[in-house]
């Protein structure tokens, strides 16, 4: 299941471009927009009855098929578009994957029996046969039979949303968010839900549920203000990214380091959407990330207040509801650890220059912090450390904050280190060094093995990015005594 959450939020983060747009274009001429403009709002209806699907279907197909499976899924997806009365998403993701194992599949079976010569020839007669077979399957059947579903399924949700169960979502949306299921369920659960609706009457409360940037501000301002001297300015720091640049992920380690906040964060998402469902409010596109600024751009004009005002609710209970379960701050993870980890890296960076008793014996690690002459007494003719990435969940938001960060600091120090972020799913295969957050770190290990790796307890604290690049500095440059 979490290989599945993963392939549908990569699919939707990987298309959010077109979803924004054409939330834009509703927020400005739609309905509820600032210029009703009829002319202008045809363009929305093609785009997500028949592009967008057909885009969802072409990227899940490229997942898991390669560009073949990619192609054949577009046009699968295009006979399922003309067949259904509703934006089939959810639909259009789930053919898309499957169409893209099948080729794979077939791929993998046919080429070990065809002759030589006649690779071209079989592969695409192949590929078209499966095209014509799923397309016309889709269009005779499958189309309507799940429009009718999806219809069934917008008035469930839209009794859901009017009960008073909706606010319930927050017991699993928030500790999930905590434990980096965030993009899972937005992307691969909510904003599907989300575009159904927006279809239906214009906005949907589905894109605020997880994009409340209102919890994850409590539990930082509580930090903020609880914390010694020396370690407010990290909280300061992730307190104005979360809000105003709408990377979430930078709370996270704040919640892990001390699971008692978990009731806060529940509680502030529990009040804000009490408090969206009260004025129903909602947005007509997914904030992707979740900044403020985005959020409030996406808000149709007269709700503008009242998701400023769910913001805020959820934020004060978060923040009372934090401010009285830390009875101390925690800091991140301790010194010792982060020095380890470095000192690791260091010597794999460093062994062919170590003698051959060293080879064979391992230095210890307080070796490694302690005699540094020892260990870098020459210059390296060519560094080791050539490409660093950044993984996280998706690829995006925290991920590329990071490398932004480490980039800044290797200019500073004068070395030309290739910085990149990624997702985990997308690492690429010249990497030499992968930074994550300590809690990837098993998931990025088995994904990609056999590589030097930097788990970080926190993306923002500078401290982390200055010591990798202190031990990085001194492997390239001899040691002066």
Known sequence: MRKLGQLLSAIIYQNIAVIIAVGMIQAIFGIYGWWYNDRILLLVHPIYETLLPILLGYTGGRLLGGQRGAVVA???????????????????????????????????????????????????AVAAIVAVVLT??????????????????????????????????????????????NNVMNYGILTPLGIQQVKEIGKSIFFLLETNPGPGLGILTAYWLKARAENRKGAKLATFIHLFGGIHEVYFPYVLMNPILVPAVIVGGMAGIITFQFFDAGLVSLPSPGSIFLILGLAPREDM?????????????????AFLLLNRFSTTAPKKSSRSHVAEIIFLQNIDRLGGESR?????IETHLTNEDTLFQTEPKKPLVRKIVFVCEAGMGSSAMGAAMLKKQLRKSGLNIEVDNASIDEIPPDTDLVICHQKLMKRIQQAFPGRMYYPLPSFTDMKNYEELVRFLEKGYKPTIR
């Open 360 to 364: 064979k014996k391992p230095v210890p």
């Open 136 to 181: 016309v399957f889709c269009f005779l059947f499958v189309g309507q039979m799940l429009s009718a579903g999806v219809h069934l399924f917008n008035r469930f949700m839209e009794h859901v949303i009017h009960s008073g169960w909706l606010p319930m979502a927050a017991l699993i949306i928030e500790p999930g968010k905590a434990l980096f299921f």
């Open 305 to 321: 207040f009242y998701v400023l005002t769910g913001v805020a609710v959820s934020a004060v209970v978060s923040f009372l509801s």
């Open 74 to 124: 577009s046009i699968v997806t295009f006979g399922l578009s003309l067949a259904s009365s509703v934006p089939n998403i959810i639909g259009a993701m789930m053919i898309g994957l499957a169409t893209g194992w099948m080729m794979n599949r077939l791929d993998q079976t046919v080429k070990k029996h065809i002759p030589i010569g006649y690779e071209l020839l079989v592969t695409n």
